[in-house]
């Protein structure tokens, strides 16, 4: 677990927390929102200060457009401390889950994912982490691991299968095809295919319905959910 950071502190992620949803939005455009260390651990204590909160009882997670989230910013990882920290991981031939996703599948309230654009490696199992995931049409989505010659985090390796079917999880496992909106509305991936301009209004609106409901039987379904 990275040491705590308090949204107010976040740099990586807009985090906001209005009529009991919180927004966590990914906030590096300029990478397609790829994926730092610092990225990493504030989505882990984004989620966990959602959790904490006694006023917030849904989450949105999303991306700065154009990108939900392209994965991990290989440039980055690959440099300094972060690249020591990188082939540690990358060593093991199965790598123990990211605290963030700790993070995403502790949280005790439910998750959507309103996903805007490009979510492919990290940032397809950041989708999986949701309960619910609505699509922008300019969604695209890609268990892209394999192509480098890694494994997916618990995300495509569990929530995967239990979305899509275990063939249909080893098709997009083995293969790292990446594929759009309408077909992971076709297979079960994602509940709804919105235009672009409406997504998060949509998420929005979702999240309000559920927000109206007690708080303690929403944690309990998510509890049994996950």
């Not at 999303?62 to 540690?88: I, L, N, R, W, Y």
């Not at 922008?136 to 192509?147: D, N, T």
Request: glycine share 6%.
């Amino acid at each position: 677990m990275a040491a705590r950071i308090a949204p107010e502190e976040f740099t990586c992620i807009l985090y906001d927390v209005r009529d009991h949803i919180a927004t966590l939005k990914i906030n590096r455009p300029d990478r397609r929102n790829a994926l730092n260390r610092r990225a990493y651990d504030e989505i882990e204590w984004g989620f966990r200060a959602a959790a904490a909160d006694p006023e917030v009882r849904c989450v949105i997670v999303s991306g700065v457009d154009p990108a939900f989230c392209s994965g991990e910013d290989v440039k980055e990882m690959m440099t300094g401390e972060q690249h020591s920290a990188s082939v540690v991981s990358l060593t093991r031939v199965r790598p123990e889950p990211t605290p963030a996703a700790v993070a995403a599948l502790e949280c005790d309230k439910p998750v959507i994912a309103a996903v805007n654009g490009a979510a492919v490696g990290w940032g397809m199992e950041l989708s999986l982490f949701a309960d619910i995931r609505i699509a922008s049409e300019q969604a695209k989505f890609g268990e892209i691991f394999i192509k480098r010659g890694l494994v997916s985090d618990v995300g495509g390796l569990w929530r995967l299968p239990a979305i899509v079917g275990p063939a249909k999880a080893a098709e997009l496992l083995f293969t790292g095809d990446v594929i759009d909106a309408a077909e992971a509305l076709r297979i079960g991936l994602v509940t709804e295919v919105a235009p672009h301009a409406q997504l998060m209004e949509r998420a929005q609106a979702l999240a309000s319905r559920i927000a109206v409901n007690p708080p303690l039987a929403l944690r309990y379904r998510r509890e049994e959910l996950s």
